[in-house]
C-alpha cells in the first residue's frame, strides 16, 4: 500500500488552496482525494442547491456504485445538517463495469462525483453549516474501507449566488455523467426458468448502430450481475434476457437499473446512459431460448477437433467452392504425369507447403484479430465487397490463363495467377495458397464443429486445428504424388490434357460470375459495372502484354499502359468501401441475394416469440456467398415436397442472412460454438432447446424432422 | 494474394464484447440453496483431509477467509466470528474456515501461518482447509471474504450469503446486524427452514487465481 507519491500530493494541495477556501472540504486518504463542493456561493433560505462528493481515485482503482456487483460496497455519506434541512438520496453517476478475477463489480474510476441536494430550511439566518461523513470502499487487488468527515459552511443571503465557474465547470461535468430518464418505456417478464428478460420498446432503433448494451441493476438480488448478458437489438426494441439473481424473494413489480449503450452517429461513437425502471408484465413470459447446450452442439476435445478438422479438410476438396482449384490441380496433375517421380513428389510437397503457409497465415491473422477484436468468423472476409470482387478478378485471370489467352511464358509479375500458372514447385505452392483462399465461403460437414473449436480455443490449439485441415484438404493430391501405385491408374498425356485444361476455364468463369453477383448482394447493382469494368481492364492489360518482348520503346508505353490499366481495376475496390455494406441487407425487407419468400427475417426477439407461442420453428442461417448454403436450399428446403411440409405442419420459417456483417447473427453463431454458416436450428414445439440439423440437409430429413412434429402433436 | 479485409463492425463488436462480457472464468452464480452442496476436499492446516462427502449427518459452515481483508478483521477484531465458530462446536456443527487466497495473493497462508492465526485470534474453528488454488471457493461461487455457506445434515445447501445483515466495516455495527449465519445454525438444528436463506455477501473479493481469468 504505497502512498501517493509526495510529489502528486503537493500538487494535490495545491489546487485544493488554489481554490476559494469557503466552499470546500477537502481529505486526502492513501488512495482517495475526496472533496464536499456546492453549487452556490450563497444559499437562498429554502431554495435547495446541490452538494458534490468528488472523488479523484489513485490511478487502477475504483470505488463502488450504489450497486456494487458480486463484491465492494458503495460509498456512504451521513448528514449532520441544521434542524429543518434536508439531504435527498445520493444521486450517482453512471457506472462502468470492471472484473477482478473473474468477479463483476459496478463502480467508478479515476474520478466520480455523487451529487446530493440539499434543501435549506426556510426560515433561518447566518451562515449554513452542511456536515458529512463520508466512508467508501477503494480496491485495487485489495481493498481498503476509507472514510473522511466533511464540512462545508455556506452564507446565506436574500438571494441564492451560484459558485465560481471552476467549481460550476465540475459540477456540469458531474450532471452530464448522471444517467438520464430512459426516452422509452420499459417492461420485463419472467421464463418458466424464473430469469427476467427486460425489454426496452424502443421502436425504429437500427440494431448495426447500437452495441455495447448493458444493464446495470440498481441493486444486489433481483438480476446476478456475474452472469453474462446478450443484448439483441432489432427494430422492435432491445431484449436483454438476464439471469435471476440471488434474493430469494419474489422479483420486484419494478426492476429499476441503469441501461447503457452506445450508439453510432456521423460523428463517432457516442455513450449513452439511461435510468430504467422495469414495470413487470405478467403477460410477458419469454421463453428461455437459451441455445447453449442445443441439442446437437458439440462439445469437442482437442483429439476430436483435430480429426474432424482434418476429415473437413478432406471434404473440402468435394466442395462446390473448391472445385475450380481441384480441377486446375487435376489439370497440373495431368500435365505432370508421366514425368519422374522425384518431381512428383516435389510438386505434392509443394502443394501441401502452399495450402499448409496458408492456413498458418490464416491462423495468424485469426490470431492477430482475436487479439485485437476477441471476435472472428469463418468466411468473415467475404463479408467484404472488396474481397469477393478481388476474387472474381482472381477467378476471371486463371480462367482466361487455362483458356489459353495468355502463357505461362509471360511473366506478369504482382499477379498472382502468373505464380499459379507457372510450372513446377513454386506453381504448385501458390495453387494450395489458391486452393485455400476459395475454400473459405464454404464449410464442409464436420468443419463447422472443429472452427467453431479453433476460434474460441488457445492460440497452439487453433493453429493445430487450422493446420489439421489444411494437411486435410491437401492430402489427397499429397498421397496421390506419394504413391506410384496410384500414379499408375491416371490416363497417360496426351492432346486430352489440352482439352480438359480448356474445359476447366469454364468452371474459373463461372466462379467468376458467382463471385460478381455476391458482390452484387453487397454494393447493389453498380456492383457489376465495377467488377466487369475491371475485368475488361485487366483482360485489356493482358492483351498489352502478349506482344513479343522486344525490348523497343513501344514495349515499354504497352507496359506501362498494362500497369495503369490493372492500377485502374484494382482502384475500382476503393470505390467500393464508401459504401455501407449492410446497406441491401439491413433495409429490412427481401433482398436479391438471398430468397426470403415464403420466409420471415430472423430476429432473436421472433424466434423467442414464436417458440414461446409453441410453434413448431424452423431457422435458417444462410448467405449469398455460401455455395453449401444455396445447394441446401435448393435441394432440400424448396422443394415442393418440402414447402408443402413446412405448411402442413405450421412452421414458422426464420431466414438469417449472414452476407452482410449482421451482429446479432454473428452472436448465435458464437453462443452455438459456430464459426460460420450454414447452420440450421430446429424448435420442436415445447422443446426447451433447439435441434441442430446436419450442414447437409436433404429433402428425406427435413421430411423425418417435420413428420417427427407431427407424431409428437397427436 | 490473401486479401483478408477485417470488417470494421466485426472489430468494433468485438472490442465491445470484450469491455462488457469479461470471460467470468467459473459459473455464473454458485449452487443454489435447497440444492445439494458442492463436493470438496482439501486438506488443512494440520495436514487432515476433509471431504465433505465424510460429513454427511453434520451441519457443517463454510467461512472464506483472508485475514488481510478489513471485513474479515472487523469480525475477528470484535470476536464475533470466533464466538459463533464456539457456539457451532458447542452444538456439534463442525465449522470450516477456507483459506481461499490464491498463492501470492492478499492472504494467502502456509498451514504454519494459519494455525498461527488461529492462535493469536483465539479462532476455534473445526479445521482452517487450505485452499491455494480456490477451487472450494470456485465450487461454490464465492465472491467474497468472509462468504458464508451452510450445509445441512443431509448435505444440502441451506444458506449462502453474508455473516450479517449490515455491509460495512464498521465493528460498532455487529450488534445492530441480524446474525444471518447464528440464525440459520439454530434454525437448521431445530429442523426448521432457514428463513434468510440466500443473502447478500459482502466484503473484499475474493482473491482468486490471476490465471483463471
Known sequence: MSRFPAFLLGILVAIATALPVFAQSVVQTDNVRTELLADVSTVKPGEPFWVGLRQTIRPKWHTYWKNPGESGLPTEITWTLPPGAKADPIVWPTPILFEVGGIINYGFKDESTLLVRITPPADFSGPLRLEAAANWLVCEDVCIPEEGKFELTLPSGTAATPAPPAIRTLFEQARRSVPTESPWPARYGIAKSGDPTLVIDAKGLKADTIGNVYFFPAEWGPVATMAKQNAMVDANGIHIPLKRGDAKTALPPLLAGTLVLTEKTADGTVKQAFDVSAKLDPAFVPSSVSLAGAVGSEELSLVQALLFALLGGLILNLMPCVFPVLAM??????????????????????????????????????????????????????????????????????GLNLSGVFDVGNRLAGIGQGLVARGGTTGAFFTGVLAVIVATPCTAPFMAAALGFALSQPAPATVAVLLAMGLGLALPYLALSMTPALQRLMPRPGLWMDRLRQFLAFPMYASAVWMIWVLTQQTGADGVLYALGGMILIAFAIWLLRFGSTASAGTWLRRGLAAVAVLLAFGVTLKLEDRPATAASASGNATGGVNFDGWERFSRARMAEAVAAGKPVFVDFTAAWCITCLVNERVALETPASRKAFEQAGVVKLKGDWTNRDPEITGVLKELGRAGVPLYLFWVPGAEKPKILPQILTESLILSELSSIEQTKR | MSN???????????????????????????????????AFTAVDSNGKSWSLADLKGKVVVLETTNHDCPYVRKHYNAKNMQTQQREAAGKGVVWLTVASSATGEQGFVTAQQANDLTKSRDAAPAAVLLDPKSQVARAYGATVTPHMY????????????????????????????????????????????????????YGCTLKYPRTST
Open chain 1, 329 to 398: 490441380k487435376a489439370a497440373a496433375f495431368a500435365r505432370l504425369a508421366g514425368h519422374d517421380r522425384t518431381e512428383m513428389r516435389r510438386d505434392g510437397l509443394a502443394y501441401t507447403a502452399g495450402v499448409l503457409v496458408s492456413f498458418a497465415a490464416m491462423a495468424a491473422i485469426v490470431l492477430s484479430i482475436r487479439a485485437v477484436a476477441g471476435e472472428v468468423s469463418w468466411g468473415f472476409q467475404f463479408q467484404s465487397p472488396i474481397f469477393s470482387l478481388l476474387i472474381a478478378y482472381l477467378f476471371f485471370v486463371v
Open chain 2, 4 to 38: 483478408l479485409v477485417v470488417p470494421r463492425r466485426t472489430l468494433m463488436l468485438g472490442t465491445a464484447a470484450a469491455a462488457l462480457v469479461p470471460a467470468a472464468a467459473f459459473a455464473a452464480t454458485g449452487p443454489d440453496v435447497g440444492k445439494p452442496a458442492p
Open chain 2, 150 to 201: 451452510i450445509i445441512d445434515a443431509n448435505g444440502v445447501l441451506v444458506y449462502k450469503g453474508g455473516i450479517d445483515s449490515i455491509p460495512s466495516s464498521d465493528v460498532a455495527d455487529i450488534p445492530k446486524a441480524k446474525q444471518y449465519v447464528r440464525i440459520g445454525m439454530e434454525e437448521v438444528l431445530a429442523g426448521k427452514p432457514v428463513t434468510d436463506s440466500s443473502t447478500r455477501p
